[in-house]
C-alpha cells in the first residue's frame, strides 16, 4: 500500500508558475506508475501526465506539453509537477495517483490517490 499528500496548490496569475508536490509513504514509488490529473467543476477528471516507476520515462497531454513537468525524487519519494505558463483553463484540482499496472492515460489504472490540491488561475 501507499499513501499520497499533494501539496503546492494556489492562486496564481495568468503566465505564473506553480510547482506541485506528491509525497508517498509506504512502499517507495519506484514500484509505480505515478501519474497526475486534474477534474474542473462539471468536467471528468483529466489525465495530465505521468512517470515511470525508474524516473525514466514521462509523458504528458497535449493541453500541457511544454509547460508541465513531472519529475521524481526517488530519496524523498516524491513526485513534482513543475507548471509554468499557466493559463485561467488549468484551474482544476490537481491529484496525484499511483498505478501498478493498466494504461497509465487512465484514471482507472490507478489504485491509490491523494486527496487533491487546488489551483486556480486568473485570467
Known amino acids: 500500500q501507499v499513501q499520497l499528500v499533494e501539496s503546492g496548490g494556489g492562486l496564481v496569475q495568468a503566465g505564473g508558475s506553480l510547482r506541485l508536490s506528491c509525497a508517498a509513504s509506504?512502499?517507495?514509488?519506484?514500484?509505480?506508475?505515478v501519474g497526475w490529473f486534474r477534474q474542473a467543476p462539471g468536467k471528468e477528471r483529466e489525465y495530465v501526465a505521468h512517470?515511470?516507476?525508474?524516473?525514466?520515462?514521462?509523458y504528458y497531454a497535449d493541453s500541457v506539453r511544454g509547460r508541465f513537468t513531472i519529475s521524481g525524487d526517488n530519496a524523498k519519494n516524491t513526485v513534482y509537477l513543475q507548471m509554468v505558463s499557466l493559463k485561467p483553463e488549468d484551474t482544476a484540482v490537481y491529484y496525484c495517483?499511483?498505478?501498478?499496472?493498466?494504461?497509465?492515460?487512465?484514471?482507472?489504472?490507478?489504485?491509490?490517490w491523494g486527496q487533491g490540491t487546488q489551483v486556480t488561475v486568473s485570467s
Open positions: 495517483a499511483a498505478s501498478t499496472h493498466g494504461i497509465a492515460t487512465r484514471p482507472a489504472s490507478y489504485n491509490y
Open positions: 512517470i515511470s516507476g525508474s524516473g525514466g520515462s514521462t
Open positions: 509506504g512502499r517507495t514509488f519506484s514500484s509505480y506508475v
